[in-house]
């Protein structure tokens, strides 16, 4: 059974970093594509950033890049998410999914995209 936990959230003040995990059971992550979403109260669900099954691309939303870096160690089974230089807007719970995909190569942002999901980790970045 496909099984996903996110950890690593909390409370932040701005300007201050978190690493949010993501750990897979029951299957191999090695043939899924991982992709971080967030979700803040009353709005949708969206695409933070994702990574290709070999790690060898990796994607972010405009409101992530240069502050968030996603990884993979597969012989984990972990995927992270490096977040610096946090601010208020940040503030969400964040959620990791897992597409099985054959190519090694392609990541996706759309909620769409994904059928597994994770229980979501809250991050409130507030002074």
């Known amino acids: 059974q496909v099984h996903l936990v996110e950890s690593g959230g909390g409370l932040v003040q701005p300007g201050g970093s978190l690493r949010l995990s993501c750990a897979a059971s029951?299957?191999?992550?090695?043939?899924?594509?991982i992709g971080w979403f967030r979700q803040a109260p009353g709005k949708e669900r969206e695409g933070v950033s994702c990574?290709?099954?070999?790690?060898?691309?990796?994607d972010y939303a405009d409101s992530a890049k240069g502050r968030f870096t996603i990884s993979r160690d597969n012989a984990e089974n972990t995927v992270y998410l490096q977040m610096n230089s946090l601010k208020p807007e940040d503030t969400a719970v964040y959620y990791c999914a897992a597409r099985e995909t054959p190519s090694s190569g392609s990541c996706y942002r759309q909620v769409e995209s994904y059928g597994y999901w994770g229980q979501g980790t809250q991050v409130t970045v507030s002074s």
């Open positions: 029951g299957f191999t992550l090695d043939h899924y594509a």
């Open positions: 990574i290709s099954r070999s790690g060898g691309r990796t």
